[in-house]
Antibody
Framework: QLLLQESGPGLVKPSETLSLTCTVS??????????WDWIRQPPGKGLSWVGT???????YYNPSLKRRVTISVDTSKNRFSLQLTSVTAADTGLYFC?????????????WGQGALVTVSA | DIQMTQSPSSLSGSVGDRVTITCRAS??????LGWYQQKPGKAPKRLIY???SLQTGVPSRFSGSGSGTEFTLTITGLQPEDFAAYYC?????????FGGGTKVEMK
C-alpha cells in the first residue's frame, strides 16, 4: 500500500520560505511510471495544482507560482520536496502531495493526508 | 492554459436525490478528466478517472460521462455520506487545472 506523508513547519513568517517534504513508502519515487505532485488549498477554498516532478528531475509548475516555487526529488531518501519563497498570507492553507501515472490518464491516485501551513508573523 | 468551469458551486439535496455536477473545459481534453470527493480537513478521494471509469471501491451510484469539453458527475440516490465537496480536474496538459468545486449540502 503506497503511503505519502507530508512534513514541515506549520508556521512560516511572511517573506520567508515555505518548505515541505513528502516521504513515500510502499513505492518508489524512482519509478519512471509516475509523476509526483504538490496541490494546495487555501482555507475554505478550492484545490489548486502547485507543480509536478518526475524522478529524473523534470518539473512543471503553476505559472502563477513559477517565480517562487521549486520542487525537487531525492531518490536516495524516497521523497520529494516543495519550496515556496517570499510567502504571504495568501499562501496559507493545506498542502497535499500526490501521485499521478505517466502513461495513463487516471489522474491523482494517491494523496498524502495534507499539511497545514500558516503564514503569519 | 485550460480553464475548468464547474457548476453549480453549491447545491442542496435530500437523501435519495439524483444530483448532477458539470465541468466544462475551455479546450478539448479528450477524456483526461477525474472527479474527486473531499470532506473537510481530509485529502480528496478519487471517484472517477478517465471521465467515466469508476474507481475501485466507489459505490456504483457515482457515475461520470463526457468527453472533449463537457463532463458530468452524477450521484443517483444521494446518501448521507455523500454530503461533501466535489472537484473535477483535467490532466490533459500542464498546467493541471481544477474546477472551482461543488459543495453538496443537505436540504
Amino acid at each position: 500500500q503506497l503511503l505519502l506523508q507530508e512534513s514541515g513547519p506549520g508556521l512560516v513568517k511572511p517573506s520567508e520560505t515555505l518548505s515541505l517534504t513528502c516521504t513515500v513508502s510502499g513505492g518508489s519515487v524512482n519509478s519512471g511510471l509516475y509523476y509526483w505532485d504538490w496541490i494546495r488549498q487555501p482555507p475554505g477554498k478550492g484545490l489548486s495544482w502547485v507543480g509536478t516532478i518526475y524522478y529524473s528531475g523534470s518539473t512543471y509548475y503553476n505559472p502563477s507560482l513559477k517565480r517562487r516555487v521549486t520542487i525537487s526529488v531525492d531518490t536516495s531518501k524516497n521523497r520529494f520536496s516543495l519550496q515556496l519563497t517570499s510567502v504571504t498570507a495568501a499562501d496559507t492553507g493545506l498542502y497535499f502531495c500526490a501521485r499521478h501515472p505517466r502513461y495513463s490518464n487516471s489522474g491523482f491516485d494517491y494523496w498524502g493526508q495534507g499539511a497545514l501551513v500558516t503564514v503569519s508573523a | 492554459d485550460i480553464q475548468m468551469t464547474q457548476s453549480p458551486s453549491s447545491l442542496s439535496g435530500s437523501v435519495g436525490d439524483r444530483v448532477t455536477i458539470t465541468c466544462r473545459a475551455s479546450h478539448g481534453i479528450k477524456n483526461d478528466l477525474g472527479w474527486y470527493q473531499q470532506k473537510p480537513g481530509k485529502a480528496p478521494k478519487r471517484l472517477i478517472y478517465a471521465a467515466s471509469s469508476l474507481q475501485t471501491g466507489v459505490p456504483s451510484r457515482f457515475s461520470g460521462s463526457g468527453s472533449g469539453t463537457e463532463f458530468t458527475l452524477t450521484i443517483t440516490g444521494l446518501q448521507p455520506e455523500d454530503f461533501a465537496a466535489y472537484y473535477c480536474v483535467q490532466h490533459n496538459s500542464y498546467p493541471l487545472t481544477f474546477g472551482g468545486g461543488t459543495k453538496v449540502e443537505m436540504k
